[in-house]
């Protein structure tokens, strides 16, 4: 089972992922490449697309890499946002967060930890859907070109942070040409594991819930650490 803030990071990966149309845009302000200028460009037009979004559901698949390990070991998470509300599912945790406070449950611990979501933050940790447009400035961005698999045609990017204490040196972008929609996200990460979350199902503009808060008092039996402030 993983830690809490693992589970975190990997929630954040999909989150970063969906929500990558708010910031590549950004990343090829000033193009020093052809690469980068083509990059912009599919990015605005992705940003054009996905930011008349007004919700998503999606089904994912993170497939997790570690020089230590003999294989990889994947697992499989449902997610539903709207605006900065979000719930994730997987891993055998479930993530609440109302855009104020957040909830993370374990069913098998029987374990709910509420932290207040600081809507300041640029901390993936502390609030993951507000970086989604604050992070321009933070990579730049390459076309790396496109590619066919069977009769599916993608766009692939590369982003680099600038950051060289960022935990990932690169992530990989893949992108449905038809649509635009995502289709694949591969973090290379410093510490010599990787994280690839595929995108099975999306689902623009679907019908999600309108509650994003976990109701603890409905729970039995269930340990509640409130971290609210």
Do not use: C
Request: overall charge positive.
């Amino acid at each position: 089972m993983f830690g809490s803030r693992v589970l975190l990071r990997l929630s954040l990966m999909v989150f970063l992922g969906l929500g990558v149309a708010f910031f590549l845009p950004l990343y090829a302000q000033a193009p020093v490449s052809g690469e980068e200028l083509r990059g912009s460009e599919i990015a605005a037009r992705f940003e054009e697309k996905m930011t008349s979004l007004k919700s998503f559901a999606a089904e994912v698949g993170f497939e997790l890499q570690h020089p230590q390990w003999k294989s990889s070991r994947t697992y499989t998470a449902k997610l539903e946002a709207r605006g900065r509300a979000f719930y994730f599912s997987g891993m055998g945790y479930e993530l609440y967060s109302d855009g104020a406070s957040r909830w993370q449950y374990s069913p098998a611990q029987k374990e709910v930890v509420v932290h207040t979501v600081d809507t300041a933050s640029l901390s993936p940790i502390e609030n993951p859907l507000r970086l989604f447009s604050h992070l321009g400035a933070t990579f730049r961005t390459r076309f790396r070109g496109e590619r066919t698999e069977g009769t599916t045609r993608y766009y692939d990017l590369t982003l680099y942070p600038h950051d060289t204490n960022a935990p990932y040196s690169q992530i990989h972008v893949a992108l449905y040409q038809k649509n635009l929609h995502p289709a694949q996200f591969t973090y290379l990460g410093r510490d010599g594991v990787n994280y690839v979350v595929k995108i099975m199902k999306f689902d623009p503009n679907a019908k999600v819930r309108t509650n994003f808060t976990l109701d603890t008092k409905a729970l039995k039996g269930v340990t509640v650490t409130d971290l609210r402030e």
